[in-house]
């Protein structure tokens, strides 16, 4: 489980990283220049024939066109599917808030009610780029906000009447900009972080899940020669032994018919160790419930820990064992809850099977300091990394490498129909200033059994021949 993980993590660190090499596409924003283009024009064009508003036509027009003109240039000096690195979409950007500044220093500077716009591009700015380049965008936008709040053209009407908001209005107008800005900066990559931490997560949990179907495939390839190959190898061992009976006058050809029954018993032997686990005979694509939680804990039953199995089924429930499916997701889901129960366990874990006639439940205890209670509402989210580090870090100091596995683990369980609760026991009596329970961690899986035996006959019925594996 720990190397698929790893193996997982790197896939999706890989990923990250070939994703991370282009950031936006120029077409992007090329399109947004030129709705900006088209609004600042219209804009214009409206305060001056509509309004009488007194503004000097031709500085502002040169602005406009200067953006125009930088459309033009980059569309036919790139190709259409361009994909700006960081530092180009950076500078895009930037020539963004600045063109956007110096046409509001023309226009009034904070008087102008457009001056709002001039949050779009480091909202944009958050959502595509790092963080060293948003906080450059932020600082700019924050400064040119700044200077033009005290220094531009004054906004004014044709017969003389100008268009100025109290200073007390303009304080807090340019108050707001700021706030607004750095809220909506803040809000924007928060949001995207969790969107691209959930996405990378879940790419994990295929690419795991994946190699645990591969495994299992892989097994059942093994099983099937294993057992395909069983009476092609017997009847060459008999026949050998047939033959040895009536060479024994000839030496040399006695020899290879003993090389003959050695090589059958030596295929014989590689193909039991091969298909030890026999993964996917008909047969064993269901087994009874204990069958399936100690093939999923074997991996770490001899790790210097105990590993314990109790049964405990209902009093109205059949005392036989429920027959359930040997999905991969359940195994590798149930593989990275033991191990992680057994990697943070002082001695022992105890793994509870418990059935009902209408559902089926399995229980994951460990005897060591339970769950932090400062993340115990958040484990199962991807990459979860803040805890109080003074109580929480020093009680389970391995903490910080939960996050991803236990996404996987309950992503894939749940996909099962599981549901899975994550709380601490009071075995022990102890609990926390907040009063919950600090006995040990303890997980605890519920399947309805309609839906975790939906696919599983009955053992006593036939399950008919084997059919051969899809290439």
Same mark, same amino acid.
């Given at each position: ?26 077409? @992007?924003?090329?399109? !947004? %220049?030129?709705? *900006?283009? $088209? #609004? ?7 305060? +001056? ?77 958050? @959502?595509?780029?790092? !963080? %060293?380049?948003? *906080?450059? $965008? #932020? ?7 700044? +200077? ?85 190898? *017997? ?136 769950f932090p209670p400062s993340v115990i509402g958040r484990i199962g989210d991807p990459y979860v990394r803040r805890r109080r580090l003074l109580e929480d870090g020093a009680r389970r100091p391995g903490y910080e490498g939960m ?69």
């Amino acid at each position: 489980m720990e190397t698929t993980a790893n193996t997982a993590r790197d896939d999706v660190q890989l990923y990250e990283a070939q994703q991370r090499s282009n950031w936006v596409r120029l077409r @992007t924003l090329v399109a !947004l %220049r030129w709705f *900006a283009v $088209l #609004g600042q024009a219209t804009a214009i064009i409206v305060a +001056v024939q509509f309004y009488n508003v007194d503004i000097d036509i031709f500085p502002a027009a040169f602005v406009i066109v200067i953006s125009a003109m930088a459309n033009f240039l980059s569309s036919a000096l790139y190709p259409e599917n361009k994909r700006l690195s960081e530092m180009e979409a950076t500078l895009w950007l930037i020539f963004d808030i600045v063109q956007l500044n110096l046409l509001l220093y023309l226009t009034g500077g904070l008087n102008n009610p457009f001056a709002m716009l001039v949050l779009a591009p480091v909202t944009i700015a958050a @959502t595509v780029l790092p !963080l %060293r380049s948003t *906080a450059l $965008l #932020g600082l700019i936008a924050i400064s040119l906000i700044t +200077v033009i709040s005290r220094w531009h053209v004054p906004l004014m009407l044709t017969d003389g009447t100008v268009l100025a908001l109290p200073l007390l209005f303009q304080f807090g107008f340019w108050l707001a900009l700021l706030i607004g800005l750095v809220f909506l900066a803040l809000y924007a990559r928060q949001v995207t972080n969790e969107m691209h931490a959930m996405g990378e997560a879940l790419l994990a949990t295929q690419l795991a899940l994946s190699r645990e179907q591969k495994l299992t495939d892989l097994g059942g390839v093994v099983a099937a020669a294993a057992h395909e190959l069983g009476t092609p190898l *017997a009847t060459i061992k008999l026949v050998s032994s047939e033959l040895k009976e009536e060479l024994e006058d000839q030496p040399e050809l006695l020899e290879d018919a003993e090389l003959i029954r050695q090589q059958a018993d030596r295929c014989r032997d590689i193909l039991r160790s091969m298909g030890s686990a026999g993964k996917d005979d008909l047969h064993l694509r269901r087994a009874p419930l204990e069958a399936v939680i100690r093939e999923a804990a074997e991996p770490h039953l001899a790790r210097g820990k105990s590993v314990r199995f109790f049964l405990k089924p209902d009093a109205d429930a059949e005392r036989a064992q429920p027959i359930v499916p040997r999905q991969p997701e359940i195994i590798h889901g149930l593989r990275n809850l033991i191990q992680n129960a057994v990697d943070f366990s002082r001695s022992e874990v105890s793994v509870e099977l418990g059935w009902s006639e209408e559902s089926v439940t399995v229980r994951i205890l460990d005897d060591g300091a339970g769950f932090p209670p400062s993340v115990i509402g958040r484990i199962g989210d991807p990459y979860v990394r803040r805890r109080r580090l003074l109580e929480d870090g020093a009680r389970r100091p391995g903490y910080e490498g939960m996050g991803l596995g236990l996404f996987i683990a309950k992503t894939l369980l749940e996909r099962s129909g599981a549901t899975l609760e994550f709380t601490n026991s009071r075995r022990h009596g102890h609990a926390s200033w907040t009063g919950q329970a600090t006995g040990g961690a303890v997980v605890t899986l519920t399947w309805p059994r309609e839906v975790l035996q939906q696919d599983a006959a009955p053992m006593d019925q036939p399950l008919g021949e084997n059919k051969p594996f899809a290439i």
